[in-house]
């Protein structure tokens, strides 16, 4: 029903795994959320969902979590392992383009990275509101990114606009 309402859906972390270990340092935030949605990112990736919903959008918040960073990970893995292709017959990269991200990773340098890795196409202005570790100061955080007009105006809204057929 999804794919044939070209649904919107924001992954987010509410059971986050291994919380038991993470009880400490508020590290089931710092790093639980984020962990999770990498989970969830991973799940949607090798599960073929992507592929088998590709009408779907899929928005990963926290930046999408450690996904970003280990894209390479997740190629090399299908490539030199059965597990990851049991049921992605196709290299994950295709699914790997289709995923959203939000702005929420709290780093200029970081999401310099997201923006530059992904596209500012790919890459949602988020807040985390009204959590604690959320930003008022999200349209400002994009603000500064040493990136071109074009690019801030599709995170600042343009992108979402267009995902969402308003615009």
Known sequence: MANDLDAFIMVHPTAVAGAERLKAY???????????????????????????YPRIKFLLV????????????????????????????APPQTSLDKLLFDTIVHDRSALEFLVSSCGPERVLMGSDYPFDMGTLECGRQVEALSIAEPEREQILGGAAMKLLALA
Request: glycine content about 14%; cysteine-free; overall charge positive.
């Open 26 to 52: 508020y590290l089931v935030n710092l790093i639980g959320n984020p962990f999770d949605t990498t989970i969830a990112a991973a799940a949607l990736v090798f599960g073929d969902v992507i592929g088998r």
């Open 62 to 89: 926290h930046g999408g979590g450690f996904l970003p960073y280990q894209v390479g990970r997740f190629k090399h893995g299908w490539e030199v392992r059965a597990e990851p292709r049991a049921r992605l017959k």
